[in-house]
């Protein structure tokens, strides 16, 4: 059965970082297409980043956040720097049903989740 359990989540200024982490069991991490989503109150979960074979990352955080693998932790973290306000929201791990689902360009197919994290609230304020 496989599993996700975020940690990292915090409060910090404007122009901050935060290292958030999601260890996984049940699954090799290099197998698979692994990403972290976000939800802010009132607004629908989307998609930060994602990696297999190659990293992707939704306009708003290129160039800020990092995506990358410890495969011995068999973990996925989330470096996120220069940190904004518009960042707020729970953080969601997750891994995708398909190495393929990586490949969707522009595209964070929800429905091609298979497993959520519990999720860590990031907290940016001005």
């Known amino acids: 059965r496989v599993q996700l359990v975020e940690s990292g989540g915090g409060s910090v200024q404007a122009g901050g970082s935060l290292r958030l982490s999601c260890a996984v069991s049940?699954?090799?991490?290099?197998?698979?297409?692994m990403g972290w989503f976000r939800q802010a109150p009132g607004k629908e979960r989307e998609g930060v980043a994602r990696?297999?074979?190659?990293?992707w990352y939704t306009d708003s955080v290129r160039g800020r956040f990092t995506i990358s693998q410890d495969s011995a932790k068999n973990s996925v973290n989330l470096q996120m720097n220069s940190l904004k306000p518009e960042d707020t929201a729970m953080y969601y791990c997750?891994?995708?049903?398909?190495?393929?689902?990586?490949?969707?360009?522009?595209?964070?197919?929800?429905?091609?989740?298979?497993?959520w994290g519990q999720g860590t609230q990031v907290t940016v304020s001005s």
């Open positions: 997750a891994s995708f049903k398909s190495r393929t689902d990586c490949y969707s360009g522009s595209r964070w197919p929800l429905d091609r989740v298979d497993v």
């Open positions: 990696m297999y074979g190659g990293v």
């Open positions: 049940g699954i090799e991490i290099r197998s698979d297409c």
